[in-house]
């Protein structure tokens, strides 16, 4: 089975401080994605990653940065973290050639920024 | 640019009756279409997906879905619901110009009654 896991279910911080959020899958794929979950919202895409070091900016990159140092994990960066950005954060990664496949989902990290 | 809508919020359904997600995209190009389930604080999950041949898809947990492609769209369908099945679906699309484009829905809360 597919696996993706994020490093945290929840988290809390503050506004201002600067937040990780983890994701690592083991299967492989080139493609990565951060998207945000919001009622009534569905998902929004911030970023992706077709490849290690490469990142695409999504719907939504405004007040986020991501890494890929190594093809099976994808970083989510808030450099400065503010009140609108409490959400919950899902990742997900699929391979397929040029990603016309599945998306395979991480169980989410619920974020609140006070 | 490709968008999805999912013209219930919420679906409210008594156990064992049948039950019909609505879905519907607009998109310039061929397209993939994809529905999901959400279960409560959990990650998505595949249900089923359209990439080619039959209109007619299956996936798990009984659901099934159709391709309409002159009504674009991609209702998703189960004869008989079980209380297990209280989620929220949602409906993707991705085309064939950049599949990594998945645009998701805002989401269907179905509700199963006992």
């Known amino acids: 089975d597919v696996k993706v896991t994020q490093s945290s279910r929840y988290l809390v911080k503050r506004t201002g401080e600067k937040v990780f959020l983890e994701c690592v899958q083991d299967m492989d794929h080139e493609n990565m994605f951060w998207y945000r979950q919001d009622p009534g919202l569905g998902l929004r895409l911030i970023y992706f990653s077709y490849d290690v070091k490469m990142k695409e900016k999504g719907d939504i990159p405004e007040g986020y940065s991501v890494s890929r140092e190594k093809k099976e994990r994808f970083s989510l960066i808030l450099e400065s973290a503010s009140t609108n950005q409490t959400s919950m954060y899902l990742c997900?990664?699929?391979?397929?050639?040029?990603?016309?496949?599945?998306?395979?989902f991480g169980p989410g990290t619920r974020l609140t920024v006070l | 640019a490709q968008s999805v809508t999912q013209l219930d919020s919420q679906v409210p359904v008594f156990e064992e009756a049948p039950v019909e997600l609505r879905c519907n995209y607009s998109s310039s190009v061929s397209v993939y279409l994809f529905w999901y389930v959400q279960y409560p604080n959990q990650g998505l999950q595949l249900l089923l997906k359209y990439l080619s041949g039959s209109t007619l898809v299956k996936g798990i947990n009984g659901f099934e879905a159709e391709f309409n492609k002159s009504q674009t769209s991609f209702h998703l369908r189960k004869p008989s619901v079980h209380i297990s099945d209280t989620a929220e679906y949602f409906c993707a699309v991705s085309d064939s110009n950049y599949g990594q484009n998945f645009v998701f829905g805002p989401g269907t809360r179905l509700s199963v009654l006992p």
């Open positions: 997900a990664s699929g391979s397929g050639l040029g990603g016309i496949d599945t998306q395979y």
